[in-house]
């Protein structure tokens, strides 16, 4: 059998067959959390702030995807991860084509001396924030996240 090149299953997810992401909400165990500004060169949405998140690869098991793209992404050591749960996610792309993935969402506590940017062309700005006190315009998802998980993410948070 012949596999799809990472382009192709790049171009598909979501479309053709349901797609899966990670996604990681980053905070510091003292009510704060991470959000990035999605950047010029960000695949859609740009100019939205959002938590952090990656498509799963194949072989990655999840929670390690989850770990392996807060790495990546932020520079993220993690003191403990959560896994907080599951969302369908249904957007259009730029195009307009309809798509559907499922999100697996962790909460990550790290030390936030040590959290950065470590992808700067996909992103045009970050910050700490606060469920009072949320960035905008949010990604289309984040206000998803943030009305499903509300209960949790104030536990986590101590509010």
Known sequence: MRKLSTETLR???GISFVGITTCFFVHDGKGEFYMTKRGKNARD?????????????????????????????YDVDPINTEFLGYR????????GIPTHWVGLDFAILADRKKVKINEPDMIDDDGWFTLDNLPSPLH???????????????????N
């Open 88 to 95: 369908d996610i249904f957007r259009k792309t730029p195009e």
């Open 11 to 13: 171009k598909h997810k």
């Open 140 to 158: 289309s998802q984040q206000v998803v996240f943030v009305e499903q998980y509300l209960d949790k993410l104030k536990r986590i948070l101590g």
């Open 45 to 73: 949405e740009q100019g939205t702030w959002e938590i952090g998140g990656g498509g799963l690869k194949w072989g990655s098991k999840i929670k390690e995807n989850a770990l392996r793209e807060a790495k990546e992404e």
